[in-house]
């Protein structure tokens, strides 16, 4: 399950929707605080979305996602990851399922600060 998390974190540094795609099963829901706003998102916008701008590896930053805390029973997981995206810093609660493939992420649950910003 860690392997999908540190794919996560790869794809998403890359702007890979393709590497995203991947980890996420399509149903999956991701919904945060984002620059002030509740925010819902779909896969499908989300993917628009990376694909829209530079990704960060292309600007030069560094992969700096780490896990933070994992907790497993069975077939269900929640995996807690810190990362910086553009110029925020994120707090995620991943929410992953094993399927016959693997592990997905069916959910993301994130809360996001500016950069220099305190995390409450």
Do not use: N
Request: contains cysteine; proline residues 2%.
């Amino acid at each position: 399950m860690a392997q999908v998390v540190e794919r996560y974190f790869q794809a998403i540094h890359h702007g890979d929707t393709a590497g995203l795609d991947a980890v996420f099963h399509p149903s999956a829901t991701l919904i945060g605080w984002d620059e002030g706003e509740l925010r819902h998102v779909t896969l499908e916008r989300w993917f628009r979305f990376v694909e829209s701008i530079p990704s960060p590896a292309s600007q030069g930053a560094e992969c700096d996602g780490k896990i933070l805390a994992i907790d497993v029973t069975g077939t269900a997981a929640m995996v807690k990851v810190s990362e910086t995206y553009r110029t925020f810093h994120y707090v995620d609660y991943l929410s992953l399922v094993k399927v016959d493939d693997g592990w997905r992420i069916v959910g993301k649950c994130y809360h996001q600060t500016a950069l220099g910003g305190s995390i409450a």
